[in-house]
């Protein structure tokens, strides 16, 4: 429904937990646009391909394939038992993440000529991305179901049952980092150019391609502190990802639960500075 | 969602109208007066207590912020600080307003460009938030503001419905009645589900206007839009306009129009850099018009004159 009575004060103004509150509000309320930008997402980037939508599931094997070989090169054959799983359950989260970022930075910027025309609740936006990067994260567990099932039936386990539990860590972090971005995007557009090296050295310093061990003492060698690896909440995110697909065990549970802990205080940021920024959208835009 | 401050009025509106829209108004376009006889009728038979207010709007003021001007970088940020670059930090595009809308008005909004006309409909719209003062909108509001430029090109007509419906607050069930009607209003063919980049820019157009009139709203914000598509579509949306007046509680409408003004509206505001000049009669705001923006031609032709003068004699 459009609002039936729209009433502004300058002289009221909603304080940080109003607008929080609000914000969720907004998400609930519009959950069926949410649906609607999502699939328009997926179509538009399924259009004009050949294969269409079917990439989904291609992607993230080719990525890993591109991974294995370059690795390989570079270790010169010696790494983990099963190595492109290994890998795989590294990337599939991590495509997610970099992808949601990506188009969250976008995510109100591409609206501009919208935002001018139609009153709505703009948080949506970078929701929507967040929620399109779950959607092809959720193809992506395919080609990980074909890989298990032909090449590695004996690392199946009822761990796998997990992944929602880290993928959910993983949603409240990207959440918060997308919301983020794509609101202050809006008043500096370097932001796009700053975030994809920003998530390319992210990547690099994080455990996907080794395990956190290696990667420790491999920066530590390059005089770089381990603080990077215990401060990174991806590498507690790679690690139980890799323990619940991998080696069958738990995820780090504790490593999660401060990833989560921290991610809620940063989605409550985020928000709050989201919707202090929204009214000024449609002047700058 | 808020409830229906008055709904027996709603149920009140008429709802038949809407199924008319097709061809048969082509050639049966109703004169403009009719239109203006029809719309003030239709305030007074409505079961609103006729002078209830549906817009208010009190010192109302709406700030830019020049510093904040599109695709800033960081490097003009920085640079301006480093230089401590003093010049206009903002600068009100709306200033002071107050009006009260009631029930079966319709209202124009006049003045030269940038005056914040159209500012003003985007506050009403509630696409930008007010600086300043206080506004109030009661009922459905509807605003035809740029047509159709919203529009995913990847995507069909019919998605590009379901997705301008839903960004416009439509509900699932509103939009699934209103798709069949918005498609054949528009009346572009099979191209209903093609992408749109493969329109042209009338289809385009076409597809905007028949969105953005699908709605039954309270409050209508029209800014200039009657200007789509041909000769055919143009008469057809002036027909779903003049509809659109019959039915809405209050109107406001922006246009440069002076005929449209005298013919549609019953009062007037003549808004110029920012602030109400003056207010009231449209005969007498539009003549208030005329006469400042001849002053501003004349000080214009003389400028030319001036400087081609110039020009001519090295």
């Not at chain 2, 006049?110 to 509630?126: E, M, R, Y």
């Amino acid at each position: 429904m459009t609002t039936s009575t729209l009433v502004y004060d300058t002289s009221v103004r909603p304080g940080a937990f109003g607008l929080i509150a609000e914000a969720f509000r907004e998400i609930w309320s519009r959950r069926r646009l949410i649906g609607y930008i999502v699939r328009a997402d997926m179509k538009r980037k399924g259009a004009d391909t050949l294969l269409g939508n079917l990439w989904w599931v291609i992607d993230p094997l080719l990525q890993m394939l591109v991974y294995v070989v370059l690795v390989s090169v570079i270790r010169g054959g010696a790494g983990p038992p099963d190595y492109p799983l290994f890998i795989f359950a590294a990337i599939l989260p991590w495509k997610w993440f970099s992808s949601s970022v990506g188009d969250g930075v976008t995510s109100v910027t591409s609206q501009e000529a919208l935002i001018k025309q139609v009153q709505f609740p703009k948080i949506i936006l970078p929701f929507a991305a967040v929620i399109a990067g779950i959607v092809s994260f959720a193809f992506g567990l395919i080609p990980l179901a074909g890989i298990l099932i032909l090449a590695y039936p004996e690392r199946i386990s009822a761990t796998l049952l997990l992944i929602p539990i880290v993928a959910a860590v993983q949603f409240v972090f990207t959440m918060a980092l997308a919301v983020f971005v794509s609101s202050v995007n809006v008043f500096f557009r370097d932001v796009g150019n700053v975030a994809r090296h920003v998530l390319r050295l992210w990547f690099y310093l994080s455990p996907a391609l080794y395990s956190a061990d290696e990667l420790n003492a491999l920066l530590n060698r390059h005089g770089l502190v381990g603080l990077v690896l215990n401060l990174n909440p991806f590498t507690a995110l790679f690690e139980s990802y890799r323990n619940v697909i991998y080696y069958g065990t738990m995820p780090e549970w504790l490593g999660l639960a401060r990833v989560l802990g921290l991610s809620v205080i940063l989605v409550l940021l985020t928000v709050y500075l989201f919707k202090r920024l929204e009214p000024s959208f449609a002047k700058v835009l | 969602m808020t409830s229906e401050p008055r709904a027996a009025s709603v149920a009140a509106m008429p709802q038949a109208g809407t199924t008319q829209t097709g061809s048969d108004h082509e050639d049966d376009v109703p004169s403009i007066d009719e239109a203006k006889t029809a719309s003030r009728a239709a305030g007074i038979a409505t079961d609103v207590p006729f002078g209830s207010t549906v817009i208010e709007v009190r010192d109302l003021g709406v700030k830019y912020s020049l510093r904040l001007t599109r695709k800033t970088t960081f490097r003009q940020g920085f640079r301006d600080l480093l230089k401590r670059k003093e010049g206009p930090k903002s600068f009100w595009a709306l200033r002071d307003v107050s009006f009260r809308l009631v029930s079966g008005e319709s209202l124009a909004i006049i003045g030269p460009n940038g005056a914040g006309k159209s500012t003003l409909l985007q506050v009403l719209a509630g696409i930008i938030t007010p600086s300043a003062g206080a506004i109030s909108v009661r009922g459905r509001i509807s605003s035809l503001l740029t047509l159709g430029a919203g529009f995913d090109a990847e995507l069909s007509g019919r998605e590009n419905i379901l997705l301008a419906g839903a960004f416009m607050g439509m509900s699932h069930q509103e939009l699934v009645e209103r798709v069949e009607r918005i498609v054949q209003f528009a009346d572009i063919g099979e191209f209903i589900d093609a992408p749109i980049k493969t329109y042209s820019s009338g289809m385009r157009a076409r597809l905007g206007f028949a969105i953005a009139t699908s709605v039954d709203p309270d409050v209508l914000l029209l800014d200039e839009v009657l200007a789509t598509g041909d000769q055919v579509f143009r008469a057809k949306s002036k027909a779903r306009v003049n509809e659109l007046v019959k039915q809405a509680k209050g109107i406001v409408l922006v246009t440069h129009d002076m005929t449209w003004v005298q013919e549609y509206c019953n009062r007037a505001i003549l808004l110029e850099k920012g602030h109400i000049v003056i207010e009231g009669d449209p005969a007498d705001v539009v003549a208030v018009h005329q006469e400042h923006s001849a002053a501003a031609k004349a000080k214009a032709a003389e400028e030319v004159a001036r400087y081609g003068g110039a020009i001519k004699r090295p």
